[in-house]
C-alpha cells in the first residue's frame, strides 16, 4: 500500500511540471469556496473526531486543536485564497550571471518534488499543506493522527475532488489514513521515491522520524517558547502580552511557556500570578520567586525547580523564573529553549539588541506576543510548519521554503579546456 502511494506520487510529480500558474490558482480558489459550501458536512465529520477524543481522554488544549467551526474553515478557505494571489515561486529567476567561457548560467526556483508531511491533531494542516504544495508544484503525501481521521479524509476527499474537477492531477495530494505505527515506519523509509519529510509535532513524533527516517528531513514543531522581563520593561504592556502568548491557545508550539523576570523586576512577580490565575493558568515558579509571593498566593501555585526548565506544556501551565541579567536570559533560552521563537520586553536598546542578536532561536521578539510566529500572521497564506532547525529554512514555512533551486545553463558550443 505504502509503496503504491509512493508511486502514483511519482507519477503526478511528471504531471505537476506542466500545470501552468493560472490552473493552480483556479484550483485554489475553487477548493476555498468548496469550503464554504460544504463547511456543514466538515463540522458533522470533525464532530465524530471530537466525540472520540472526549471518550478517549483528550484534555481541553488538544480537543482545541482538533475542533472545526464556521470561522476555522473560512480561515482556511481565506488562507487559500490568499495563497492564489501570490506569485508564483516556479520558475523565478533568484540570480543570473555570464561566465568568462560566455556561458549564461541562471538560478531558477523548482519544486522540491515529493513532500511527506506528518502532523498531529489539526485537521486545517490538512488543507494548508495541500495548498501550499500545489502552488509550490509539489506532490504530497499526509499522514495525520488517527484523533482527526474523519476531519482529514473528508478535507483530503474535498480537496482532490474540486482540484481534479479543475486540472489537478490526480494523485497530487494523497492522505494516508491507515493510522498505525507500522505504516508509518514504512512511509518514512521511502527515501527512492519522497524528497522531503516534515514531520510537524511534538518531541515524541520527532524523536521516533529521527531514528527511523532514511529520507532528509525538515523539522518543524515543538516550541518551548519563553518570555523575558528586563528590568526596565514597562508594567502596563507586560500583563496584556503573556497573557495573550499563554492563554489566546494553549495547545500551540507559539504559546508561552517560561517566564524569564529580572531579579530587579520580581516585585511584579504576584501581578502576573494573580493575572495568570484568573484565567485559569497553573503556575509554577522557582525559590526566588515564589519567596516574593504573599503568603495566600502561595497556597495557590506550585514551588518548582530545575525540572519543569524546557517544558512544553501545550495547555494552561506556565513557569515563572528569576535571573540576574539579559545574558543569564541569553544563556538559560539558548540551554532550555527548543530554538523556536522567544521575547523580551524591555525599554533598553542595549538589552533589546543584545537579546534579538544572540538569541538562538527561529523567530525573535521585542515587546510582543510570541503567538505571532505562524505563516498566516507573517502573510504566507498559512504554513507547513515552523522550522527550528537552520538548513534549508527556519521560521514559518511558506510556498518559497517549499522550492529548492537549480542551474539552467545556457552555451553556444563551449567545450571546457
Same mark, same amino acid.
Given at each position: 500500500?505504502?509503496?503504491?502511494?509512493c508511486?502514483?506520487?511519482?507519477?503526478?510529480?511528471?504531471?505537476?511540471?506542466?500545470?501552468?500558474?493560472?490552473?493552480?490558482?483556479?484550483?485554489?480558489?475553487?477548493?476555498?469556496?468548496?469550503?464554504?459550501?460544504?463547511?456543514?458536512?466538515?463540522?458533522?465529520?470533525?464532530?465524530?473526531?471530537?466525540?472520540?477524543?472526549?471518550?478517549?481522554?483528550?484534555?481541553?488544549?488538544?480537543?482545541?486543536?482538533?475542533?472545526?467551526?464556521?470561522?476555522?474553515?473560512?480561515?482556511?478557505?481565506?488562507?487559500?485564497?490568499?495563497?492564489?494571489?501570490?506569485?508564483?515561486?516556479?520558475?523565478?529567476?533568484?540570480?543570473?550571471?555570464?561566465?568568462?567561457?560566455g556561458?549564461?548560467?541562471?538560478?531558477?526556483?523548482?519544486?522540491?518534488?515529493?513532500?511527506?508531511?506528518?502532523?498531529?491533531?489539526?485537521?486545517?494542516?490538512?488543507?494548508?499543506?495541500?495548498?501550499?504544495?500545489?502552488?509550490?508544484?509539489?506532490?504530497t503525501?499526509?499522514?495525520?493522527?488517527?484523533?482527526?481521521?474523519?476531519?482529514?479524509?473528508?478535507? *483530503?476527499? /474535498?480537496? !482532490?475532488? =474540486?482540484?481534479?474537477?479543475?486540472?489537478?492531477?490526480? $494523485?497530487? &495530494?494523497?492522505?494516508? %489514513?491507515?493510522?498505525?505505527?507500522?505504516?508509518?515506519?514504512?512511509?518514512?523509509?521511502?527515501?527512492?521515491?519522497?524528497?522531503?519529510?516534515?514531520?510537524?509535532?511534538?518531541?515524541?513524533?520527532?524523536?521516533?522520524?529521527?531514528?527511523?527516517?532514511?529520507?532528509?528531513?525538515?523539522?518543524?514543531?515543538?516550541?518551548?517558547?519563553?518570555?523575558?522581563?528586563?528590568?526596565t520593561?514597562?508594567?502596563?504592556?507586560?500583563?496584556?502580552?503573556?497573557?495573550?502568548?499563554?492563554?489566546?491557545?494553549?495547545?500551540?508550539?507559539?504559546?508561552?511557556?517560561?517566564?524569564?523576570?529580572?531579579?530587579?523586576?520580581?516585585y511584579?512577580?504576584?501581578?502576573?500570578?494573580? *493575572?495568570? /490565575?484568573k !484565567?485559569? =493558568?497553573?503556575?509554577?515558579?522557582?525559590?526566588?520567586? $515564589?519567596? &516574593?509571593?504573599?503568603? %495566600?498566593?502561595?497556597?495557590?501555585?506550585?514551588?518548582?525547580?530545575?525540572?519543569?526548565?524546557?517544558?512544553?506544556?501545550?495547555s494552561?501551565?506556565?513557569?515563572?523564573?528569576?535571573?540576574?541579567?539579559?545574558?543569564?536570559?541569553?544563556?538559560?533560552?539558548?540551554?532550555?529553549?527548543?530554538?523556536?521563537s522567544?521575547?523580551?520586553?524591555?525599554?533598553?536598546?542595549?538589552?533589546?539588541?543584545?537579546f534579538?542578536?544572540?538569541?538562538?532561536?527561529?523567530?525573535?521578539?521585542?515587546?510582543?506576543?510570541?503567538?505571532?510566529?505562524?505563516?498566516?500572521?507573517?502573510?504566507?497564506?498559512?504554513?507547513?510548519?515552523?522550522?527550528?532547525?537552520?538548513?534549508?529554512?527556519?521560521?514559518?514555512?511558506?510556498?518559497?521554503?517549499?522550492?529548492?533551486?537549480?542551474?539552467?545553463?545556457?552555451?553556444?558550443g563551449?567545450?571546457?579546456?
Amino acid at each position: 500500500m505504502i509503496k503504491q502511494l509512493c508511486q502514483r506520487a511519482i507519477q503526478a510529480e511528471t504531471e505537476m511540471h506542466k500545470l501552468p500558474t493560472k490552473t493552480k490558482n483556479t484550483i485554489l480558489r475553487e477548493i476555498a469556496k468548496a469550503l464554504i459550501a460544504e463547511q456543514d458536512t466538515i463540522i458533522e465529520a470533525n464532530k465524530l473526531d471530537l466525540i472520540a477524543g472526549e471518550e478517549a481522554g483528550l484534555d481541553s488544549a488538544l480537543l482545541d486543536r482538533l475542533a472545526l467551526n464556521q470561522e476555522r474553515i473560512e480561515g482556511m478557505a481565506e488562507s487559500l485564497e490568499v495563497i492564489a494571489g501570490f506569485p508564483d515561486p516556479i520558475g523565478e529567476i533568484t540570480e543570473g550571471f555570464t561566465t568568462e567561457s560566455g556561458l549564461s548560467i541562471e538560478k531558477v526556483r523548482s519544486p522540491l518534488g515529493v513532500v511527506a508531511i506528518i502532523y498531529e491533531s489539526r485537521p486545517n494542516v490538512t488543507i494548508d499543506a495541500a495548498g501550499l504544495c500545489l502552488k509550490s508544484s509539489n506532490v504530497t503525501i499526509l499522514r495525520g493522527s488517527s484523533a482527526a481521521l474523519n476531519s482529514n479524509r473528508i478535507l *483530503a476527499e /474535498l480537496f !482532490n475532488r =474540486v482540484g481534479e474537477k479543475h486540472g489537478m492531477p490526480k $494523485y497530487t &495530494v494523497q492522505l494516508l %489514513d491507515d493510522p498505525s505505527r507500522d505504516s508509518l515506519n514504512q512511509l518514512v523509509t521511502q527515501d527512492k521515491y519522497i524528497d522531503v519529510l516534515i514531520p510537524r509535532g511534538g518531541k515524541q513524533l520527532k524523536e521516533a522520524m529521527l531514528e527511523n527516517a532514511t529520507i532528509p528531513m525538515i523539522l518543524t514543531g515543538d516550541g518551548t517558547c519563553h518570555i523575558y522581563l528586563d528590568q526596565t520593561s514597562e508594567d502596563e504592556k507586560t500583563i496584556p502580552i503573556l497573557l495573550n502568548a499563554k492563554t489566546q491557545r494553549p495547545g500551540t508550539c507559539n504559546s508561552v511557556e517560561c517566564i524569564l523576570i529580572h531579579q530587579d523586576k520580581n516585585y511584579f512577580a504576584p501581578e502576573i500570578v494573580t *493575572a495568570m /490565575l484568573k !484565567n485559569d =493558568v497553573k503556575v509554577n515558579l522557582t525559590q526566588n520567586l $515564589y519567596n &516574593v509571593l504573599p503568603k %495566600d498566593l502561595q497556597t495557590k501555585v506550585y514551588l518548582s525547580g530545575e525540572e519543569l526548565f524546557g517544558k512544553e506544556f501545550l495547555s494552561k501551565e506556565v513557569l515563572l523564573h528569576q535571573v540576574d541579567s539579559v545574558e543569564t536570559a541569553i544563556e538559560f533560552i539558548n540551554l532550555h529553549g527548543t530554538n523556536h521563537s522567544d521575547c523580551i520586553l524591555t525599554q533598553s536598546v542595549n538589552n533589546a539588541e543584545k537579546f534579538l542578536n544572540q538569541v538562538d532561536s527561529a523567530v525573535v521578539y521585542l515587546n510582543a506576543s510570541t503567538r505571532f510566529s505562524d505563516g498566516g500572521e507573517f502573510g504566507f497564506g498559512g504554513e507547513i510548519g515552523i522550522s527550528t532547525q537552520k538548513l534549508h529554512a527556519r521560521g514559518p514555512m511558506g510556498i518559497k521554503q517549499l522550492t529548492s533551486e537549480k542551474f539552467i545553463v545556457k552555451g553556444q558550443g563551449q567545450i571546457r579546456s
